[in-house]
């Protein structure tokens, strides 16, 4: 079973950058991913990036590519979501998410384990 904590959200204007991070622990000592998702309200559930249980491998959707990056502190058992060039479609409440496999397909619905989500606002 695994834990996760998101942190970091809050209100930043467009063209801004915030970085989130999900703090996670677990009960078991296999190796897991961890992706990001985030969601409107009245929308599906989009997933956004992902990264694999070494840290050395990443994978992004197009939408965010070149502007959200994800890493991963396995000394603070912590993974991040930098976000720059903040849109305004980017405000969501965002998720993160653990699965044993390393999602590498943009239409991943996620794995077992989500953490309670941490909100995003931009304002124009």
């Known amino acids: 079973q695994v834990q996760l904590v998101e942190s970091g959200g809050g209100l930043v204007q467009a063209g801004g950058s915030l970085r989130l991070s999900c703090a996670t622990s677990?009960?078991?000592?296999?190796?897991?991913?961890v992706a990001w998702f985030r969601q409107v309200p009245g929308k599906d559930r989009e997933f956004l990036a992902s990264?694999?249980?070494?840290?050395?491998?990443?994978y992004y959707v197009d939408s965010v590519k070149g502007r959200f990056t994800i890493s991963k502190d396995t000394a603070k058992n912590t993974v991040y979501l930098q976000m720059s060039s903040l849109k305004p479609e980017d405000t969501a409440i965002y998720y993160c998410?653990?699965?044993?496999?390393?999602?590498?397909?943009?239409?991943?619905?996620?794995?077992?384990?989500w953490g309670q989500g941490t909100r995003v606002t931009v304002s124009s």
């Open positions: 990264i694999d249980a070494t840290g050395r491998s990443t």
């Open positions: 677990a009960r078991t000592s296999s190796p897991y991913a």
């Open positions: 998410n653990a699965d044993p496999q390393f999602p590498i397909s943009s239409d991943y619905l996620g794995g077992p384990y």
